[in-house]
């Protein structure tokens, strides 16, 4: 698997620890920055992050702001990306059981470095289940498509 990171200053911090599991577990990245704990902004990041998934360069992404919001709402804006925003390693599975979430975000301000890194572990190990929750991917699918300017 092949992931794409990125984060604002905010989340700055938690990006890192995750670049050092990857990295520990041998897992394809890339880090799309920011590099410093200099004030950004978050779309910035966001829009690389969720390109390099569209285009199919990255299997799935990760993006930390402060509180993960901004860059979720970011994120969600490019068409064919599933963000999703988790504090908890329930959510972050049921994000890809169920939603087929392609991006994973987080507030480095919210959840810190270990409950961080667990969600990350939760999301990375779960696969979409498919079935009844198929059909409800297209037609988020469709909302999008009905949506394009
Ligand atoms: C930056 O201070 C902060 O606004 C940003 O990291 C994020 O929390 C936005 O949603």
Known sequence: MRIAIGSDH?????????????ESKNIQYRDFGTYDTNSVDYPDFAE??????V???????VLCCGTGIGISIAANK????????????????????????????MGGR?????????????WLETEFEGGRHAKRISKISAIEEKNKC
């Open 110 to 122: 919210v959840v810190g470095t270990g409950l961080g890194l667990e969600i990350m572990e939760a």
């Open 55 to 61: 285009s199919g360069e990255y299997d799935r992404g």
């Open 78 to 105: 490019i068409p064919g990306i599933r963000a999703a925003l988790c504090g908890d390693c329930f959510s972050a599975r049921m994000s890809r059981l169920h939603n087929d979430a392609n991006v994973l975000c």
């Open 48 to 53: 690389k992050v969720a390109a390099a998934v």
């Open 10 to 22: 905010g989340g700055f911090g938690l990006k890192e620890s995750i670049r050092e599991m990857l």
